[in-house]
């Protein structure tokens, strides 16, 4: 399984990005979003379940970020609204094939080669 992340960027404190993640070569059960600031450990930010499309969120985005899917194109996004400049790292994209959405990154079997995001003051 690849997958290609895109859509990253710099943005000012509250404004809004849209993150994609394209998987192709096969499909696993789980994807998620995973987030590396400069200095700190990889962190989990939200995940969706192809299945039936159900989602987890980490409780410092929750309300501000959304996960999505397209089955079709096996492309996953992430809306990011009212972004701050904590929000500030690279964004990873992980598939994983647990049946439920794990926010431990061991869970995650094959990684995206992550996309920049820079919010300004």
């Known amino acids: 399984v690849q997958l290609q992340a895109s859509g990253g960027g710099l943005v000012q404190a509250g404004g809004s990005l849209r993150l994609s993640c394209a998987a192709s070569g096969g499909t696993r059960r789980i994807m998620g979003w995973f987030r590396q600031a400069p200095g700190k450990e990889r962190e989990f930010v939200t995940g969706i379940r192809w299945s039936d499309h159900k989602t987890g969120y980490s409780d410092s985005v929750s309300g501000r970020l959304t996960i999505s899917g397209d089955n079709a194109k096996n492309t996953v996004y992430l809306q990011m609204n009212s972004l701050k400049p904590e929000d500030t790292a690279v964004y990873y994209c992980?598939?994983?094939?647990?049946?439920?959405?794990?926010?431990?990154?061991?869970?995650?079997?094959?990684w995206g080669q992550g996309t920049q995001v820079t919010v300004s003051s």
């Open positions: 992980a598939a994983a094939n647990t049946i439920t959405i794990h926010t431990y990154s061991g869970a995650y079997e094959y």
